[in-house]
């Protein structure tokens, strides 16, 4: 265990923090953590990279880190009402489907090889921007209407497209697998007691 991912463990126990905080209407503090959470992120990302430090461990917990904390805060900002819900079912849903494509694909053993796209990117961003934004507004009274609505429509169209984009990309792979051919053997027929009973095998050959 290094200190990288020492940061995103902490990153991860940040989460019912904030969470807690919203729910209580403390918007300010909520704030600051969710600063916070964002600095750690880009800590833990400098030290693994320049100081030798990454490791598998590391790979899967820091974008688990990052979308527990998203996720977590838009389903409390929407059900706060400080997000249209609209949004928040959208955000989710879209991570729902992804992870079920990629999960269906292992369980196929057809796995997807994961690479970050610029729309997904694109996404994320606008996403911590968006939750900022409405903590940042709530917690210190900066009237920020427009502002969040313009974030809203856009991170709506970044969420779709992401989806649409990874969606078309795992369809595409799926699709370079061929069904398996069936051939028929036949075996020669067998007479029972009571007549003829035909008996044939089917075997279907896998080609990649």
């Not at 527990?68 to 059900?79: E, F, P």
């Not at 196929?108 to 968006?130: C, E, W, Y």
């Not at 210190?140 to 969040?148: I, M, T, V, Y």
């Not at 044939?200 to 080609?207: N, S």
């Amino acid at each position: 265990m290094n200190i990288p991912n020492l940061i995103t463990i902490g990153r991860i126990f940040l989460v019912p923090v904030v969470v807690w905080l919203i729910s209580i209407d403390q918007m300010a503090l909520a704030f600051w953590l969710f600063l916070l959470a964002g600095v750690s992120d880009g800590i833990d990302g400098y030290i693994a990279k320049h100081f030798g430090q990454e490791t598998m461990l590391g790979a899967y917990l820091d974008p688990l880190a990052d979308k527990a904390l998203l996720v977590s805060i838009y389903v409390t900002l929407g059900l706060q009402a400080h997000l249209p819900l609209w949004l928040v079912i959208l955000v989710v849903s879209r991570d729902i489907l992804i992870i079920s494509a990629v999960i269906l694909s292992w369980m196929l053993d057809r796995a997807v090889p994961m690479h970050p796209l610029f729309v997904s990117k694109a996404n994320t961003t606008g996403q911590i921007v968006l939750a900022a934004l409405v903590l940042a507004d709530a917690g210190f009274g900066l009237d920020l209407l427009l502002p969040r609505q313009v974030l809203v429509v856009a991170v709506a169209g970044l969420t779709v497209a992401s989806a649409t984009v990874y969606m078309v990309g795992w369809l595409e792979h799926m699709a370079r697998y061929e069904e398996p051919s069936p051939q028929r053997n036949k075996e020669p027929a067998r007479r029972g007691d009571s007549g003829d009973l035909g008996s044939r095998g089917t075997r279907g050959t896998q080609r990649p």
